[in-house]
């Protein structure tokens, strides 16, 4: 099954809801970076949040990332996504392991730390960025971007993400949902949201069989007359490339390519996304000074 988004809006005009599914996307970060079932876990739930917040962006050129800093083990998770679709990611440490927790989940919490800030950037092409964040509250990465929805953006949301890993480490199943409300939702629809998100089974394992978003949609929100209004595919892409790892170079200053001939002769230029490895020679290195 393809990995696709879905948005979606009560009759009323009251609530929205974003559901994603992206095992495929999820697998593909997964196997790029090497992943321990603990960091695939932490980077596929931060993957999945980017991808929907990228899918509520507006223009063409819009950014969004999402970066969490915790005192955990893992350090740092960053991930970047576009309105159209295409989402990358890192975790600072892909090889953290941790033992699971008393309830036999993957401890996320414990990698991420609870110590720390979550910052998002939104660029829409201003001069300057959005950068909005909050402090950590578990490190279970969803529970951190509600707060952070309600605290930097003032908008009251719920966030849910799983992923689950197979035996072979490979990723199962992937996905989550992001429900906003607007103005004048009713005390009355926001408590039967509560209870039904309450009361939902996990994530991960509707995806795991084999439900779709509209599916999922029906599933947790089924008392709620919802319409869905824009479905897209998604995919983890890196748009990394030769010119901009050039201009990254020539920032540096002429100084420092001059000390990379000096010294090396060479450079090689690791892109921290997809992992793809960019060589300059001696001659490369001088036609950028």
Not at 98 to 116: C, E, H, R, T, Y
Not at 230 to 252: G, H, M, N, P
Request: charged share 30%.
């Amino acid at each position: 099954m393809k990995d696709y988004v879905i948005r979606a809006i009560d009759k009323k005009g009251t609530i929205r809801v974003f559901v994603a599914t992206t095992s495929n996307l999820v697998e593909k970060g997964r196997r790029i970076h090497n992943t321990t079932p603990t960091a695939t876990a932490a980077l596929g739930r931060t993957l999945t949040a980017c991808v929907m917040m990228g899918i509520m962006m507006k223009g063409e050129k819009d950014t969004v990332s999402i970066q969490l800093r915790g005192d955990g083990p893992i350090r740092t998770i960053l991930a970047v996504s576009n309105s159209k679709g295409e989402v990358k990611g890192y975790v600072g440490n892909p090889l953290v392991d941790l033992p699971l927790k008393s309830n036999g989940k993957l401890d996320v919490g414990g990698a991420v730390g609870k110590n720390g800030k979550i910052v998002v950037i939104k660029d829409i092409g201003m001069k300057e960025p959005y950068i909005g964040q909050s402090n950590l509250v578990s490190g279970e990465i969803a529970e951190d971007l509600t707060h952070y929805f309600a605290y930097s953006e003032q908008q009251p949301s719920a966030v849910n993400l799983g992923v689950l890993v197979d035996k072979d480490l490979s990723v199962k199943a992937s996905g989550g949902y992001i429900v906003q409300l607007l103005p004048d939702t009713s005390e009355e629809d926001i408590d039967r949201l509560e209870k039904n998100i309450q009361n939902s089974e996990a994530i991960s394992s509707l995806i795991a069989r084999d439900l779709k978003p509209e599916d999922i949609l029906q599933s947790v929100f089924g008392n709620f007359e919802m319409e869905v209004l824009e479905k897209k595919e998604i995919a983890f892409k890196c748009d990394c490339s030769r010119e901009k790892v050039e201009s990254a170079l020539i920032s540096l200053g002429e100084e420092e390519i001059k000390s990379m001939i000096e010294e090396d002769g060479k450079a090689e230029v690791v892109c921290h996304f997809c992992d793809k490895k960019y060589n300059f020679s001696e001659e490369d290195l001088k036609s950028l000074i």
